[in-house]
């Protein structure tokens, strides 16, 4: 184990996928439920990975603050969104970091970006709706190099499922009421 990092594991579920490639898809859901206002109750869905079925059950809630019409009482949808990147992009970071025999004393990642209101209120049709450019920064503290670093930074870009949603193009459906 380095860095809380089961290499033998990872090296043992690779061998797994690569043998039977049906066991790779792991699937997720979760359900939304409105609460009221602009507040949601968020429900997990159980998860699938290859033929294991994982039971979930969390819950978590979403708000806006008092200018968007909520109670500031949870983070936003945008907080989330930004917090699943960075969940994504820390777990192949750190991943990254013990493959390359890197022992890690921290690792904070910084992710920001501006939403204009504009476009989302509708105010200003040229305006974009959502965000135009999201910034991270890594502050890392460990026995690696910054060219290590970086290139670990290049691999998890690479290899994020949802920096990669982000960055390619997904399909969205929607099923009608």
């Keep these: 184990m380095l860095n809380g990092i089961n290499l033998d594991g990872l090296a043992a579920y690779t061998q797994i996928i690569t043998r039977n490639p049906a066991e790779a898809i792991s699937s997720y859901g979760i359900t939304a439920n409105w609460l009221g206002g602009v507040s949601t109750e968020i429900r997990t869905e159980s998860q699938k990975v290859g033929s294991a079925e994982i039971s979930k059950d969390f819950s978590f809630k979403i708000d806006e603050p008092q ?5 500031n009482q949870a983070p936003t949808p945008q907080d989330y969104l930004f917090a699943g990147l960075a969940g994504c992009m820390m777990v192949g970071f750190v991943v990254g970091a013990s493959q390359k025999d890197i022992k890690l004393e921290s690792v904070v990642l910084t992710i920001k970006g ?7 209120l509708g105010i200003d049709p040229n305006a974009p709706v959502g965000f135009e450019r999201i910034e991270f920064h890594y502050d890392v503290k460990g026995n690696g190099t910054k060219d290590d670093y970086d290139e670990i930074i290049r691999k998890v870009q690479q290899t994020s499922p949802n920096y990669r949603t982000l960055v390619d193009s997904v399909i969205l459906t929607t099923s009608k009421c």
């Excluded at 200018?67 to 109670?71: D, K, M, Y």
């Excluded at 501006?114 to 989302?120: A, I």
């Design 67 to 71: 200018e968007l019409l909520g109670n």
């Design 114 to 120: 501006n939403l204009n209101l504009l476009g989302f």
